[in-house]
Nanobody, 126 residues
Framework: QVQLVESGGGLAQAGGSLRLSCAAS????????VGWFRQAPGTEREFVGG????????YYANSVKGRFTISRDNAKNTVYLLMNNLKPEDTAVYYC?????WGIGIPMAETSYNYWGQGTQVTVSS
């Protein structure tokens, strides 16, 4: 079992930055691919980006590419989502999810992920 807890959400102004954290406990987290997803009111949950187990590769949705950066510190069992140049359309509940152990690639489909956090709200004002 892997338990995931997101933190770092809150209110930001357009053009500002926030850093979300996804802290894991349980099984060896370093063997899991981690994805970030978000869900705005009235919409389906969408893939934001992900990072491979060793952190050697990342992948981002086009809507956040160049603005968001995912990293991980396996010694701290934590994955980060740094969000720069925030836009009002980034407002959503953000979730981290883990796939593994030893998954392949960085899946974009929710169903590929075994474990989910509870989500953290990000609100961007214009």
């Amino acid at each position: 079992q892997v338990q995931l807890v997101e933190s770092g959400g809150g209110l930001a102004q357009a053009g500002g930055s926030l850093r979300l954290s996804c802290a894991a406990s349980g099984r060896t987290f370093s063997s899991f691919t981690v994805g970030w997803f978000r869900q705005a009111p009235g919409t389906e949950r969408e893939f934001v980006g992900g990072i491979t187990s060793a952190g050697g590769r990342t992948y981002y949705a086009n809507s956040v590419k160049g603005r968001f950066t995912i990293s991980r510190d396996n010694a701290k069992n934590t994955v980060y989502l740094l969000m720069n140049n925030l836009k009002p359309e980034d407002t959503a509940v953000y979730y981290c999810a883990a796939q593994g152990p030893w998954g392949i690639g960085i899946p974009m489909a929710e169903t590929s992920y075994n474990y989910w956090g509870q989500g953290t709200q990000v609100t961007v004002s214009s």
